[in-house]
């Protein structure tokens, strides 16, 4: 693939050289070649900066964005690198509200509510913004990437929070994978009230190398994106497992990121199966949202439904995060059951587990070779989990 010639292609007619461009690029939690096509980009139209879209991620220091970025420091001292201040009301500025009429539709009936946009207000300090980031199947759009990088990269709470509680409402297993979805929908109509000209390069990794490179307006790029993410990203199996190892890499310093090793094998663990969250280097739940997640906990779905007036003023971000944790299941006569068992070996302690509904196993008595070579017994070991979709063979795309 000539990176170079696509980059350049796509860039020069933009005439970008000497403008304020706003380069907008994931954290530390994607894989994705971000420092060679920052590079790249650099050369072509010269001085830009960089936001990292946190989302609601821990902030990065200066020494993880080198890294993020694959620079030295003072290395390119035109460019200034900094962080998204998702939580600082300050950095924001509202581009408006979409209406409950249409939240209504676009929620296919389930919500209707006004919805107010908010996006880091540094957007309008620029004349061109360019997304850079990769596309794999998401557990809350269907797929990541495009203008997802705007809402909920750096964008206001309000949004986040609404259309990751609408995923979850909707559930994991039938929006995980799904090109086409109703948040993805929110995401659309959101990113259209963004003033400033965008551009997307959107990125399909395979195996940590650049499988595809796509760019143009941010829905046109991340359409043709998601197409290549579907037939590289997801793995079918011909029947689920009782048992599955699921180990987080490195990248996942938390459970709130490691919680994509859950996602992402969910379709193919059997009813009453158990999932394991293999992690030893992760130590606590939430760098930003561990306070309010110790004191929910990890449920169902329904359990939240059936409890909202408990629990509607909780963020409902941290409410979707506990339910596509927990996974599928049921509340009935104040009775919860999950269709699986999710259990983690990692550095939380037990107690803590135990807590917030979650099972726990000592990572140290867990040897992972001896869950490899054992399919036909249903046991399915992934070493490298979270951006790879498994599903069972025969569901829909």
Excluded at 158 to 173: D, K, M, Q, R, S
Aim: charged fraction near 25%.
């Amino acid at each position: 693939m000539d990176v170079r010639r696509i980059v350049e292609d796509g860039l020069r007619p933009l005439n970008l050289r000497g403008k304020r461009v706003l380069l907008i690029v994931p954290d530390g939690t994607r894989t994705a070649p971000v420092g060679m096509m920052f590079r790249a980009i650099h050369d072509v139209i010269g001085d830009l900066d960089v936001m990292i879209a946190l989302g609601t991620h821990a902030r990065m220091s200066d020494l993880e964005i080198q890294k993020r970025m694959e620079v030295e420091e003072g290395e390119f001292p035109g460019v200034r690198f900094f962080n998204h201040a998702w939580d600082d009301p300050s950095a924001l500025t509202s581009l408006g509200t979409i209406e409950a009429s249409e939240i209504l539709a676009i929620s296919e009936g389930r919500f209707g509510m006004d919805l107010e946009v908010q996006i880091n207000r540094a957007v309008l300090e620029y004349d061109h913004l360019l997304i850079l980031g990769p596309v794999f199947p998401h557990e809350v759009a269907g797929f990541s990437g495009g203008n997802k990088y705007l809402f909920p990269g750096i964008s206001g709470p309000e949004v986040l929070n609404f259309f990751h509680w609408l995923g979850a409402v909707i559930t994991n297993p039938l929006i995980i994978g799904h090109k086409w979805t109703p948040v993805r929908a929110v995401i659309d109509r959101a990113a259209s009230m963004v003033p400033t000209p965008c551009h997307a390069f959107c990125m399909v990794v395979d195996h940590g190398e650049l499988a595809g490179l796509f760019f143009g307006p941010n829905s046109e790029a991340w359409s043709e994106a998601a197409d290549l993410s579907a037939s590289l990203h997801i793995v079918k199996k011909p029947r689920p497992f009782h048992t599955v190892l699921s180990c987080a890499p490195q990248m996942y310093g938390d459970l709130w990121v490691g919680g994509k090793c859950m996602y992402k094998l969910e379709p193919v663990v059997a009813d009453g199966g158990e999932l394991i969250i293999y992690a030893p280097h992760i130590t606590e739940i939430s760098k930003t949202h561990g306070a309010d997640i110790e004191r929910i906990g990890y449920h169902v779905r329904d359990y939240f439904l059936a409890r909202w007036n408990e629990f509607k003023d909780e963020p409902w971000g941290v409410l979707a995060h506990s339910t596509h944790v927990r996974g599928i299941g049921t509340y009935v006569d104040r009775v919860e059951r999950a269709r699986i068992r999710v259990t983690l070996a990692t550095g939380i302690p037990e107690e803590v587990c135990r807590r917030i509904c979650l099972g726990y196993r000592d990572p140290s008595t867990i040897d992972v070779g001896a869950f490899g070579g054992r399919e036909h017994e249903g046991v399915l070991l992934v070493e490298r989990a979270g951006e790879t979709l498994y599903r069972l063979a025969g569901e829909s795309d």
